[in-house]
C-alpha cells in the first residue's frame, strides 16, 4: 500500500510564493512518475506538473517559468515551487503517484491566492 501526504498549502498574495511538498510512503517501485494537479472550483482536475524516476519533467503551459517541480527518489518526496502565483492558481493541489499497477492520490491542499 502507497500512501502521499501533502503540506504546504496556504493563502498568499498574488506575485507571492509558496512551496508544496508530498512524501510518499509504502511500496515505492523505483521506476515511477510523480506529479501535482489541480483542482478549482467548479472545473476539471488538470497536471500542473509532473516528474519521472529519472527527472523528466512536464509541466502545463499556464505555468511554465513560474513553477518548479523537484523530487528527492532517495525520499520518495516530491516538491512544487510555485513561484509569480496568481489569482487564477487558486486550487486544491494534489499529489499523485503511478507506478506499475498502480495511482495514488494524496488528499488535496488548498492553494488560495488574493489579488
Known amino acids: 500500500q502507497v500512501q502521499l501526504v501533502e503540506s504546504g498549502g496556504g493563502l498568499v498574495q498574488a506575485g507571492g510564493s509558496l512551496r508544496l511538498s508530498c512524501a510518499a510512503s509504502?511500496?515505492?517501485?523505483?521506476?515511477?512518475?510523480m506529479g501535482w494537479y489541480r483542482q478549482a472550483p467548479g472545473k476539471k482536475r488538470e497536471l500542473v506538473a509532473s516528474?519521472?524516476?529519472?527527472?523528466?519533467?512536464n509541466y502545463a503551459d499556464s505555468v511554465k517559468g513560474r513553477f518548479t517541480i523537484s523530487r528527492d527518489n532517495a525520499k520518495n518526496t516530491v516538491a512544487l515551487q510555485m513561484n509569480s502565483l496568481k489569482p487564477e492558481d487558486t486550487a486544491v493541489y494534489y499529489c499523485?503517484?503511478?507506478?506499475?499497477?498502480?495511482?495514488?492520490w494524496g488528499q488535496g491542499t488548498l492553494v488560495t491566492v488574493s489579488s
Open positions: 499523485n503517484l503511478r507506478q506499475r499497477y498502480l495511482e495514488v
Open positions: 509504502g511500496s515505492i517501485f523505483r521506476i515511477n512518475a
Open positions: 516528474i519521472t524516476s529519472s527527472s523528466s519533467t
